[in-house]
């Protein structure tokens, strides 16, 4: 069946300007997470969602990263006044359940490049 | 100290060479351990999970883990050059926040034909 897809796969943008990046979770699969993957820093978590609702924003950095996730399924997450750092290839996955037994299954990811 | 700590590589081995590729932990609580195998520009898929210290094999791919020592490993038998990726190891504890998996930074693997 399908997978996890991520859009665009790719985003160039200049700094200050806000992007918005979409996660298609697998079909069925309640729980989905957003990872942010930078050279030297490896895959750092960002948030989780449980259905519509985000239990755990943690992993955010700042307040200008927010994210939302609609009707269970899809989920953006957007990024206001882009610096530098936030460079980085941003990865979703998603799982049946949110137990650590519980497989994470990762999209492609969306390689965002602030100049 | 970062909570797992893994050898970035890069390592390079021909073909049928068995590799092998190592984290170790500082966090105690960590109670599930997976590897996961990354292509480039593709994300990790995963490739072993265990919950117990000892060895778990699949075909050939052998992960093991020494809970005592803080250590996991991920043994690569007859490596292929389809096999060259970053392997990066996770884990996580049993708590009620267990879905956050913590990674290792991967290690680069390239298998010469």
């Known amino acids: 069946g399908a997978g996890v897809s991520q859009s665009p796969s790719n985003k160039v943008t200049e700094k200050g300007k806000d992007v918005e990046l979409r996660c298609d979770p697998i079909?069925?699969?309640?729980?989905l997470y957003w990872y942010r993957q930078s050279l030297g820093q490896g895959l750092e978590f960002l948030i989780y969602f449980q259905g519509n609702s985000a239990p755990d924003k943690s992993g955010l950095p700042s307040d200008r990263f927010s994210a939302e996730r609609t009707g269970g399924s899809v989920s953006t997450l957007t990024i206001q006044r882009t610096q530098q750092e936030d460079s980085a290839v941003y990865l979703c996955?998603?799982?049946?359940?949110?137990?650590?037994?519980?497989?994470?299954?990762f999209g492609p990811g969306t390689r965002l490049t602030v100049l | 100290q970062k909570e797992v700590e893994q050898d970035p590589g890069p390592l390079s081995v021909p073909e049928g060479a068995i590799v092998s590729l190592n984290c170790t932990y500082s966090?105690?609580?960590?109670?599930?351990f997976m590897w996961y195998r990354q292509y480039s520009r593709k994300g990790p898929e995963l490739l072993m999970y265990t919950y117990s210290s000892g060895n778990k094999e699949d075909g050939r791919f052998t992960a093991q883990v020494d809970k005592s020592s803080k250590y996991i490993s991920l043994f690569i038998r007859d490596s292929q050059p389809s096999d060259s990726a970053t392997y990066l190891c996770a884990m996580t504890h049993s708590g009620g926040s267990n879905y956050k998996l913590t990674f290792g930074k991967g290690t680069l693997l390239t298998v010469n034909p």
């Open positions: 996955a998603s799982s049946p359940g949110t137990s650590g037994a519980d497989t994470q299954y």
């Open positions: 966090n105690s609580a960590f109670q599930y």
């Open positions: 079909s069925g699969h309640t729980a």
